[in-house]
Nanobody
Framework: QVQLVESGGGLVQAGGFVRLSCSASGFIFSDNSMNWYRQAPGKPRDWVASITSGGSTNYADSVKDRFTLSRDNAKNTVYLQMNSLKPEDTAVYYC?????????????WGQGTQVTVSS
């Protein structure tokens, strides 16, 4: 059973930083890319960043150069370091993985963690 558990959200002032964690279980973590999305009130869920099994990263333009995604395969955990936070970064942040077998793919989400950036 796949589980993704996010932690680390909270209230932070603009210009501050926070680190989110996503602890994963139930699948071969080291074989899979991991993703972060976010959803602000009244808006769709948007992709934020991804990290491949090999550690390559990609970021949305809105967070590039401010957010850093990393992974620790020994701990089955990904970390999203969020620096220079802006009020517009306020959202619920979700960890995501898409696994697959020879039949189909499967999409899993964590429960989300709230990040609120005050101006």
């Amino acid at each position: 059973q796949v589980q993704l558990v996010e932690s680390g959200g909270g209230l932070v002032q603009a210009g501050g930083f926070v680190r989110l964690s996503c602890s994963a279980s139930g699948f071969i973590f080291s074989d899979n890319s991991m993703n972060w999305y976010r959803q602000a009130p009244g808006k769709p869920r948007d992709w934020v960043a991804s990290i491949t099994s090999g550690g390559s990263t990609n970021y949305a333009d809105s967070v590039k150069d401010r957010f850093t995604l990393s992974r620790d395969n020994a701990k089955n955990t990904v970390y999203l370091q969020m620096n220079s936070l802006k009020p517009e970064d306020t959202a619920v942040y979700y960890c995501n993985v898409v696994t697959s077998d020879w039949i189909r793919s499967y999409t899993y989400w964590g429960q989300g963690t709230q990040v609120t950036v005050s101006s």
